[in-house]
């Protein structure tokens, strides 16, 4: 057998979170990686496409105290949020999934982090032009309780796996699993969801609607960063059916649940001021339905039973795939073909 039916034999043989570094795309083990990595080109915007002029009239003329400590607070977490998640995927996850066509895609991911971050730098030096608030706001993640405490959750399962330069058990591939999840269905899809959540009530009431454009964006490739987890995940299921246990089963319950407790006190803080229209109970409602939506992505059974309680999100939802399909090409940096997905429902 020559050399490269050996290396191509053996390619066909490993298993997607095999130790290694896999470098040929073909014979491709994947295609369904590349596709997302294609898609997520397809994709493209610049933060220089959003118009925030409205949003400084509003700040200026139409918010209330409520409404501003509700912005504050979201600015502010915000301003540290997706650079946890660009460091989780740099350090953490592209040096564990052996696939080119996965590594493709998580080259994509991060540069679409780093948009993200220019975006809400963008979104902070308009919204507070005074640079002691920025600051304020960038500290944030120190010295405010409600957003120190979702950054400690964030480590407490993501920095498990840094100091695994291999993972070859199955207990550290289940610890690389669970970092997965957490970054998939708690960061990504609970913690920015509940967020999109406040920007989406805000754009309810015809307000700040260059920050909701900008989450339009921000969504799609959540969506899209989300899809690629979970796929992950269940490839490495499939692959290997073992290491979804009872006690990993056991820990992503957990894990959903102290979540959900997290945002709740991050929702008591943005909430504090009596913000009409949204309560803490129909946040805390709204964040146990996205975690069942989490867990049904997973293959798991749902564990809250709630419902969405927010009407205007399943308006929002409708409103951005309309616009979406009819936005003119011109709009985009790359025009978009094909059919959308929009599996992470809110």
């Given amino acids: 057998m020559s050399a490269h039916a050996l290396m191509a034999s053996a390619a066909s043989n490993s298993r997607l979170l095999d130790p290694g570094f896999e470098l040929t795309l073909r014979p491709m083990r994947y295609p369904q990686f590349y596709e997302m990595y294609r898609n997520a080109i397809r994709n493209?915007?610049?933060?220089?496409?959003?118009?925030?002029?409205?949003?400084?009239?509003?700040?200026?003329?139409?918010?209330?105290?409520?409404?501003?400590?509700?912005i504050e607070r979201l600015v502010a977490f915000f301003a540290t949020g997706d650079s946890i998640v660009s460091n989780n995927l740099v350090l953490n996850l592209y040096q564990h999934i052996n696939a080119p066509e996965a590594r493709m895609y998580l080259s994509r991911q991060l540069y679409e982090e780093a948009l993200h971050v220019q975006f809400y730098l963008t979104l902070l030096d308009t919204y507070l032009p005074d640079p002691g608030e920025r600051a304020k706001a960038f500290a944030a993640v120190e010295t405010i309780p409600s957003i120190r405490a979702k950054a400690d959750f964030c480590f407490k399962w993501i920095d498990s796996i840094q100091s695994l330069h291999r993972i070859e058990t199955k207990d550290q591939r289940r610890q690389f699993l669970l970092n997965l999840i957490c970054f998939a269905a708690c960061i990504e899809g609970l913690f920015f969801f509940g967020a999109f959540a406040y920007v989406y009530y805000l754009r309810s009431r015809g307000l700040l609607n260059g920050l909701a454009a900008g989450t339009n964006w921000v969504f799609r490739d959540e969506s899209g960063h989300m899809a690629f987890a979970f796929e992950v995940i269940r490839v490495a299921r499939e692959e290997e059916p073992d290491l979804f246990d009872d006690a990993l089963r056991a820990d992503v319950v957990r894990m959903l649940e102290d979540a959900v407790e997290c945002e709740c006190q991050f929702a008591n803080d943005v909430l504090s001021g009596g913000v009409a229209g949204m309560s803490l109970r129909d946040m805390r409602q709204y964040l146990q339905y996205c975690a069942d939506q989490r867990l049904a992505q997973l293959g798991l059974p749902k564990h809250f039973g709630s419902s969405n309680p927010f009407a205007f999100m399943d308006l929002q939802d409708v409103q951005e795939i309309t616009n979406f399909f009819e936005r003119r090409v011109s709009s985009y940096q790359v025009g978009v073909e094909g059919e959308v997905a929009f599996d992470a429902a809110f």
Wanted: glycine share 4%.
């Fill in 44 to 70: 493209t915007w610049t933060v220089e496409e959003v118009d925030f002029s409205s949003d400084v009239n509003d700040l200026k003329h139409r918010i209330g105290p409520a409404e501003r400590h509700l």
